[in-house]
């Protein structure tokens, strides 16, 4: 699977349909080693199935071979070299196929090239890929120069990868149409990347592996693949990557001994301190190398071979796999002496005691260090540190009690096979820790469980009032510094409905969707189906009535299968009932209202009450209002926090409720609490409910006024449901009297009424959004259709919105 690129494999899409329809063209790739090349070669390989694909690759060993490359790029069309002039073949064969190529014409030896792809591509559309271009033999070429700047016309997709730092001249390289050069994945790409080639890779792990890798995807494999089963699962040492990791070979290791195999010793000696310090500072580094040995001519060789780039301060690898080359071949012994070395230079103390970690085996005063430095430390770091210790203890009681302490941290981390481990390790070495050892075990299988209860009394869901907008960032700001992976789901869930309190609805979206991801990593599919469910919901917000069923029933299965969170289904209902609103399905969205305020176990909101009123009044079920209303006004804020929205939504509701100017002041007032709390979104939802009261009050004119402001903050917002219910108001409110009366004889209401059967609107949607009664509906109906000269409801598509009225 190729992630990213998304720019480079549209070139390759449009090269390859451009050859298609008989013309072709070239595209080059280039960049750094492993930065992606070959993939995009070999995903432009793949999707030419219904042509014919010529493939050669460069390699350094055959680099001064004349026609080394050409001859193994045509080698597929050798068969076809005998539909050629009799001169031309036997130039080809001079050159290529063991002739004598002292005689051959380098002119005839191109155009033979030509002729004979020519040929080929007339059969079939020809798609030629060729890496590695910077490793090809100087005459191959000049010949595929020569041909690629004539083969335009031809169905030919030329697709060359070459590297950037050695790249050819540049008289002799292709004449490219695209030439693109690979900056690397981004690290949305890079960590997608990991998630499905490295699954075993714990989050936080991984956000090192790509902030090493620097985009870099052969660096990206590579390296995580270096990092042993431990490493991978969370105990690593935080100020150096490496740590831990066998000799092992990498794909660089051939390239980075042709390139730097000649540097003394002491040069790589002080590239090898480079490596075993994760921080980019130069001293420490080179007050260690200074230590080893190293002088300043080790560090100007280091650069001007182009292994490190050094300036004022910081020194770091050109490419991110010389790192891991050079930390990899050293020996275990160079590896002491160089942690050693920097345990001693001027760096931070905790950094001190890791290279101190790294530089011994059994020590219990480093074990004593580390079990300090876990005590200050978040908890995955700390349960790495207690991990690390219990290694150094040679005591079988004292390194129980730090695999004990390195349990406790990783269950507060989230990774719980973690923390099973260590459990293990230490009941082992300790069996009176067995009470210890359960209370663990209970943790780990209750954060495990499918039918878990504890989310369901943790979580702040949107069945809930919002909480405090700043409390909730606090909240996830201290479980990212403490490292509490497990409790951080819920701390971004409870900040995604702070955040739709506040009318930020991309923001909690995008909240909810990191939280997901979290959720996904650490197994924790509770959680999971409660962001899903508030995703759904998202999503009927911003209209995507699809992906908002796909995600309800998605977290309800959920639910019914393994007993998941109560509060799923209530969110999924709600969900369902905004689904109706923004399309004006107001009975629908009241059985979903009326069922959810009714459930036993359900917190009730003033949000849930105000659309539950909302949509009571507009089916015309007034009563079903009152019991919701009586809650909303009785609420004491001396009891519980009151959104600020709250007195918008009362005034809101006290509109619904009354009639004439009374309703009219309410409307009002509540537009001037949300616009002076900064609730956009529910003062659009207020306009649009004014404009609607004044169009039935026969005052089109303002209600244009309202609804039009209403469409353009949903139109910012994105919601597009509601969108549609606006702009459904402000067509029926664009009909005149007049213009109906002289076109057609309909009332004005018969023509609101035909306008919206005409778009297919069935009798009871059309007496939700217009406030009749279905009766009433079918009677408008049944005297508008002779007047239109129709007989029955499918005949008004025919004529046109403005035949029809």
């Known amino acids: 699977m190729l992630f990213g690129y998304i720019p480079e494999r549209a070139a390759i ?17 280039t960049g750094e080693l492993g930065v992606g090349k070959s993939a995009l070669l070999n995903d432009a390989a793949e999707k030419a199935v219904d042509m014919q694909v010529l493939r050669a690759e460069g390699w350094q060993s055959e680099a001064h071979y004349p026609y080394a490359l050409l001859g193994l790029l045509l080698s597929p069309l050798v068969r076809q070299v005998t539909e050629l002039p009799q001169e031309q073949a036997a130039q080809l064969h001079a050159v290529l196929w063991g002739g004598e190529r002292d005689t051959a014409d380098p002119l005839w030896v191109c155009d033979a090239v030509l002729a004979l792809l020519g040929t080929a591509a007339r059969k079939r559309p020809l798609v030629c890929v060729v890496d590695d271009l910077h490793w090809a033999d100087r005459e191959s070429v000049e010949v595929l120069s020569f041909v690629m700047r004539r083969a335009g016309t031809e169905p030919i997709a030329w697709f060359l990868g070459e590297r950037e730092e050695a790249c050819i001249d540049t008289a002799r390289t292709s004449p490219a149409d695209t030439r693109m ?151 275990a012994v160079q590896r002491q002496a160089v942690h050693a070395a920097l345990a001693e230079s001027d760096t931070l103390h905790a950094a001190r005691i890791w290279h101190e970690a790294a530089a011994s085996y059994e020590n219990d005063a480093v074990a004593t260090a580390l079990a300090e430095v876990a005590r200050h430390t978040p908890h995955g770091q700390a349960y790495a540190a207690f991990d690390r210790a219990a290694g150094h203890a040679t005591d079988r009681g004292q390194r129980a009690r730090y695999c004990m302490a390195a349990a406790d941290s990783a269950v507060e981390a989230g990774l719980f096979d973690e923390a ?80 739709l309190g506040e009318d930020e609805y991309v923001r909690a979206r995008e909240t909810f969707r990191e939280g997901l991801e979290l959720c996904e990593d650490l197994g924790q599919s509770n959680c999971a189906a409660l962001l899903q469910s508030h995703l759904a919901w998202c999503a009927a917000f911003e209209g995507d009535e699809a992906r908002s069923l796909a995600l309800a029933q998605e977290c309800q299965a959920h639910v019914e299968q393994h007993q998941g969170p109560t509060a799923v289904p209530g969110v999924v209902l709600w969900t369902h009932a905004r689904t109706s609103m923004g399309r004006a399905r107001y009975r629908g969205a009241l059985a979903h209202l009326t069922a959810l305020w009714g459930s036993e176990g359900t917190p009730h909101s003033a949000r849930m009450a105000a659309d539950l009123v909302e949509s009571a009044v507009r089916s015309a079920r007034s009563g079903l209002a009152e019991g919701p209303f009586t809650w909303m006004t009785g609420l004491d804020s001396g009891q519980m926090a009151m959104p600020s929205s709250y007195d918008g939504l009362v005034a809101r509701c006290h509109a619904l409720l009354a009639e004439g100017e009374e309703a009219r002041r309410w409307y009002e007032e509540a537009a001037v609490l949300f616009e002076k709390h900064g609730h956009r979104f529910e003062w659009a939802r207020c306009e649009l409910l004014y404009g609607e009261w004044l169009r039935r009050s026969r005052r089109r004119r303002e209600a244009r006024e309202h609804l039009y402001a209403a469409e353009a903050v949903f139109t ?28 057609s004889g309909l009332t004005e209401q018969e023509a609101n009424v035909v306008r919206l059967a005409a778009r297919g609107r069935t009798n009871p949607q059309i007496a939700e959004e217009l406030f009749l009664s279905p009766r009433t509906v079918a009677n408008h109906l049944y005297r508008a259709f002779p007047k239109l000269g129709v007989t029955s409801r499918d005949q008004l598509s025919a004529l046109g919105l403005d035949d029809a009225c």
């Open 716 to 743: 910012e917002f994105g919601a597009h449901g509601w969108l549609w219910r606006v702009r459904s108001e402000l067509a029926v409110c664009a009909a005149k009297r007049e213009a109906v009366s002289s076109r």
């Open 181 to 331: 050069t690979l900056r690397g994945l981004d690290d949305r790409a890079a960590t997608g990347m990991l998630k499905t080639h490295v699954p075993d890779l714990v989050p936080s792990v991984r956000q090192r592996v790509v902030a090493e890798a620097r985009g870099n995807p052969a660096a990206l494999r590579d390296i995580s693949r270096a990092l042993t089963t431990a490493q991978r699962a969370g105990s690593i040492n935080p100020f150096t990557l490496y740590d831990g990791t066998p000799s092992s070979g990498t794909t660089a290791q051939a390239e980075f001994h042709e390139r730097f195999g000649g540097l003394s010793e002491g040069t790589l000696l002080l590239a090898l301190a480079v490596s075993a310090c994760d921080a980019d500072d130069l001293r420490p580094v080179w007050a260690a190398a200074y230590e080893l040995g190293c002088r300043d001519e080790d560090l100007d060789h280091a650069e001007r071979s182009g292994l490190l780039e050094v300036s004022a301060s910081t020194a770091r690898f050109t490419h991110p796999l010389w790192r891991l080359v050079t930390y990899c071949n050293a020996t």
């Open 13 to 29: 899409d449009d090269l390859l349909r451009r050859t298609r329809q008989g013309s072709g063209g070239v595209v080059e790739f």
């Open 420 to 499: 099973a481990r260590l459990a293990d390790a230490a009941v082992a070495d300790c069996p009176a820790l067995r009470l210890r050892v359960a209370k663990v075990r209970t943790t780990i299988d209750g954060e495990r469980a499918t039918a878990e209860a504890g989310p369901a009394s943790r979580a702040v869901t949107l069945l809930d009032e919002p909480p405090r907008l700043r409390e909730a960032e606090d909240h996830v700001t201290h479980c990212r510094d403490s490292g509490a992976g497990r409790r951080l789901p819920y701390a971004l869930l409870a900040l995604g409905n702070a955040l």
